[in-house]
């Protein structure tokens, strides 16, 4: 289990728990549930329910983006850039994932008190778990930036003119310049002669 | 009817929301039934080989064993959630009533069972208001923490189930997954309270409650109507599920047994980029050409199976599997089998491996026809190690039910690394044609359709030379994806009149392509050429 990167379980987990959070509270308000309430009123249109949907939605939200994984390629989910750049703009307080853990931790304990939520809880709290062992291991949220695609420059790398462009002599004029060869003749080869031989040009 | 006369006082005291929870559960006692059927693999297999007269479309059935599991299992996930919705209704309504939150009839039902003698209807018996009271009758009665409990080992299975989970993570996938043994033994103890109760069948004959429902405060003072009586109802479910779990357990066995009988690896060898070759032999082991195996290594991991394709041939007297080095578990396989060093090991010092299977429908089809086109896409390449393996042992022994006489085979490779050891196997094909001189049996294209600059002028400079610069090969690589429609013209003008089958094993987008091009490129009357789609499911 060594490579495993628990931030992807925990994400998979807390979006799973904000969506059944989500439906708790839309159970309960639909139901006209009773609530805990406060103060001297009871069974009224209950207030703490849209909140439940509130904390499910903010969950949502947060886990929707995946994060970068640390090893290999990431497949993000369908639309997520937009929702990436909201979440990048808080930086260390949504790439941290202590900070992650105990916001969930947090968000679930109100919703133990009602029937309707308390799965919502359980899946919290254990999302919430595995975030905290994703910190302990050292993961972080990165968010997935698409590089722009680097075109390679059409001559980027020609910083000077050819220097010896065409029409050119034939190899063997090439490897030794001569003084003939400046006038473009070809010369035999490359050949040592063993008597000086002189050419008469007539 | 008789059902809706026994319920009938409870229905209509909790209105429609107890039927809107008892027809998921009905639908979950049959998907649970239906959910571990089609991982019992052996199962399947002892199905597979028995049913051998029905035909091979029938028994390829069998093969999608896992999108089933998968189906049920979303099937599953979504009576659940209506479940138990309509029970939170339930149990909000039934305590409401109890605390005398309700209209009177339910007030009345609620309060019988209080006096020495009656039975109860309302379960919640407690006088606790909501919401302590729904959560009170969730954490007291067995009904509610099993509901909670299974409900919750479904959800961390369904989250550690998802396809990011299961290809990088899959030790998360298979131990969450275990979960379900807890997930079964609760869903048989739900019911065991029966808190879902109703009138009995002799009550309903002296007390009926269309009658009496007006006069609720006559009840027991008049003789039309007495007291009703109540019963729970018994719980159904195990009746479902003891059958699956019982051939689970035997599937279980029959794997483990399976494990200690004794394989022994006779060659390890190491290919470039991360891949092994692991060649075993097993008493009484048969394969079919196109199959795969599960294979534990206890050294590795004690509980973990992993599949994996067949590359040798039935008529060698080993098999052996290519396994690419990904994960932990391959990483471990490495490391025991010595492969990370670089002197010779002894044979005694290789880890002891299980191995259960085969399993897979053969891909027998391929030697039914006389002309084939094999497409294989990236390591989709792998079963066809086998097939091709297979085939030329066949045409060597000069097999006399071989109709083959020609194979087209399509490689196609998004990179480089994969090559390696499929091109030996191909190099040694190539060069074993040549000395028989049929070098035109087979025909192989490999598709390289992954490339970028650097490496097109490296193919450009080294155009002219003979073998391939990539794998070494003396058909040359090719860049880009094939023309479809040019290959398919181009091998249906070679062989008119004959019936040419395609075989696929790769993604959908190209499955669909071909099977297109096999219908556009095939002559509509009984002669001439036919391009026949087969996919592999492998």
């Known amino acids: ?202 | 009817m008789g059902n809706l006369f026994v319920n009938e006082g409870l229905s209509i005291f909790v209105i429609s929301a107890l039927a809107l929870a008892r027809a998921p559960a009905a639908c979950l006692n049959f998907n649970c039934m239906l959910i571990l059927l089609p991982v019992c693999r052996n199962l399947l297999s002892f199905l597979r080989g028995s049913s051998a007269c029905c035909s091979t479309r029938i028994r390829r059935q069998l093969d999608r064993n896992l999108t089933f599991h998968k189906m049920v299992a979303w099937m599953i996930a979504l009576h659940t959630a209506i479940h138990t919705i309509a029970h939170l209704f339930n149990v909000e309504w039934c305590v409401n009533a109890r605390v005398n939150n309700s209209d009177p009839y339910s007030i009345a039902l609620s309060d019988i069972g209080d006096k020495p003698g009656e039975t109860y209807l309302n379960f919640a018996r407690q006088r606790i208001k909501n919401p302590e009271g729904g959560l009170y009758v969730a954490v007291t009665r067995l009904a509610g923490i099993t509901g909670v409990v299974i409900t919750l080992c479904l959800i961390l299975i369904i989250t550690s189930s998802t396809k990011t989970i299961r290809r990088s993570y899959f030790e998360v996938f298979w131990y969450t997954h275990h979960l379900f043994v807890i997930f079964f033994i609760g869903l048989a103890i739900h019911g065991a309270e029966r808190i879902v109760r109703g009138q009995t069948a002799e009550s309903l004959l002296k007390h009926k409650p269309r009658e009496c429902y007006q006069n609720i405060s006559q009840w027991g003072k008049i003789k039309d109507c007495p007291i009703p009586e109540f019963s729970g109802n018994p719980p159904m479910t195990w009746k479902w599920i003891v059958g699956p779990m019982f051939l689970y357990l035997c599937e279980r066995l029959v794997r483990f047994w399976r494990s200690q009988q004794k394989v022994v690896i006779t060659k390890v060898v190491t290919h470039p980029f991360k891949t092994i070759e692991l060649q075993m032999k097993k008493k009484g082991f048969k394969m079919e050409v196109g199959q795969y195996i599960f294979v534990k290594c206890p050294v590795v991991s004690r509980l973990e199976w992993h599949p994996f394709t067949l590359t040798s041939a039935p008529e060698e007297d080993f098999f052996s599997i290519h396994i690419r080095i990904v994960g932990d578990w391959t990483e471990g396989l490495f490391k025991a089998c010595g492969c990370d060093k670089q002197e010779f090991q002894d044979a005694w010092k290789l880890p002891k491996i299980a191995v259960d299977g085969p399993f897979g429908t053969a891909s027998e089809d391929v030697f039914s026809y006389e002309v084939v086109m094999l497409v294989g896409a990236g390591i989709g390449v792998t079963p066809f190690a086998s097939i091709l393996k297979s085939i030329w042992y066949k045409y060597c022994n000069k097999a006399p039910n071989l109709r083959l006489k020609k194979i087209y085979f399509y490689w196609l490779c998004r990179d480089t690394h994969a090559f390696e050891w499929f091109a030996d196997l191909l190099q040694l094909l190539e060069t074993q044609m040549q000395e028989k001189d049929n070098s035109g049996f087979l025909s192989y294209n490999i598709y390289l359709t992954g490339w970028d600059e650097s490496q097109a002028n490296h193919f450009a400079v080294h155009h002219d030379e003979e073998k391939d610069v990539i794998t070494g090969l003396k058909q040359k690589t090719l860049y880009g994806r094939p023309n479809w429609d040019n290959e398919f013209k181009t091998i249906g003008s070679q062989h008119p009149n004959t019936r040419i089958g395609v075989f696929l094993c790769g993604p959908e987008a190209l499955a669909e392509t071909l099977n297109k091009q096999c219908i556009s490129n095939s002559d509509s009357g009984p002669r001439g050429v036919h391009f026949i789609f087969n996919k592999e499911n492998f």
């Open chain 1, 1 to 202: 289990m060594g490579q495993i990167e628990w931030a992807m379980w925990a994400n998979e987990q807390a979006l799973a728990s904000g969506l059944i959070l989500i439906t708790g509270g839309i159970v309960a308000t639909a139901g006209q549930f009773a609530q805990w309430y406060l103060g001297a009123y009871s069974m009224y249109p209950p207030a703490a329910h849209p909140s439940f949907r509130a904390a499910g939605v903010l969950i949502c939200l947060l886990e929707y983006p995946r994060g970068k994984r640390s090893k290999g390629s990431t497949m993000e989910r369908c639309g997520q850039k937009y929702l990436t750049r909201a979440v990048k703009v808080f930086g260390p307080l949504t790439s941290n994932y202590y900070i992650r853990a105990f916001l969930h931790l947090g968000l679930s304990v109100p919703a133990g008190f009602l029937l309707a939520t308390i799965l919502g809880t359980a899946c919290l709290a254990i999302a919430s778990s595995i975030y905290l062992l994703a910190a302990i291991h050292g993961e972080q949220w990165t968010p997935i930036e698409t590089k722009p695609k680097e075109r390679p420059q059409v001559g980027g790398t020609i910083k000077q003119p050819p220097s010896n462009p065409p029409p050119r002599p034939p190899a063997e004029a090439r490897k030794k310049p001569s003084e003939e060869e400046v006038a473009g003749v070809p010369v035999g080869g490359p050949q040592e002669n063993p008597m000086p031989v002189t050419d008469e040009v007539v």
